[in-house]
């Protein structure tokens, strides 16, 4: 298997990192077109930090189109969509972090 990058492109999140009752996902495209989606949590007795990645290419990061989008507009469309799709069947990701339980 080749190295992926580790040159960060974007990246965003489905939780809201100021509310102390939070969960949700930070997904990261790589320079590579691959993503990263580290799971956050502050829930009491809940995992946080699990972290799964795809292979390079599952996002293609480039002008788009529409003057009135930006390619990181366009990436995060992406990135959400297809963090949507690992939650339904995980096809394509590969966990590389289990991840810790919250005291």
Known sequence: ???????????????????????????????????????WSCWQGSTSGERWVTDPGR?????PEDPETTADDQAHVEM????????DDACGWRQTRKGYVVQ
Do not use: K, N
């Open 1 to 39: 298997m080749a190295r992926l990058s580790t040159i960060q492109i974007t990246s965003t999140q489905t939780y809201d990192p100021d509310d102390c009752t939070t969960a949700g996902w930070e997904v990261t495209l790589y320079s590579d077109g691959h993503l990263s989606a580290e799971s």
């Open 80 to 87: 959400i969509a297809s963090l949507e799709h690992f939650i």
């Open 59 to 63: 996002v293609d990061y480039r002008e």
